[in-house]
């Protein structure tokens, strides 16, 4: 069954740097709109940053200027590079993709999500 594994949360200081993979595992899978979202303790789930099928890229204000989103299509990962973390940077990651699947079927699948803990 197709799916999306991610990894590289944890715990880091303010100011410092993590990169998440997220990788599709289980099958063929073409990816073409894929993204980032987060989910912060008692908060609703946010758009972090997103790239199309042709690598536009669209950032969320909030971490303009520091975050980042890139693909690597011949291994089927995306990342998500961030730096100059802060604490409200604190939040479970999601990566999202939308793509066709092994029967050409257009489906959105979701990663399990990673937790990222930024210490002031």
């Known amino acids: 069954q197709v799916q999306l594994v991610e990894s590289g949360g944890g715990l880091v200081q303010a100011g410092g740097s993590l990169r998440l993979s997220c990788v599709v595992t289980?099958?063929?899978?073409?990816?073409?709109?894929t993204g980032w979202y987060r989910q912060a303790p008692g908060k609703q789930r946010e758009l972090v940053a997103t790239?199309?099928?042709?690598?536009?890229?669209e950032i969320a204000d909030s971490v303009r200027g520091r975050f980042a989103i890139s693909r690597d299509h011949a291994a089927n990962t995306m990342y998500l590079h961030m730096n100059s973390l802060k604490p409200e940077d604190t939040a479970v990651y999601y990566c999202?993709?939308?793509?066709?699947?092994?029967?050409?079927?257009?489906?959105?699948?979701w990663g399990q999500g990673t937790l990222v803990t930024v210490s002031s």
């Open positions: 999202n993709a939308h793509g066709y699947d092994t029967y050409r079927t257009y489906r959105e699948l």
């Open positions: 289980g099958g063929t899978f073409s990816l073409t709109l």
């Open positions: 790239m199309s099928a042709g690598g536009a890229t």
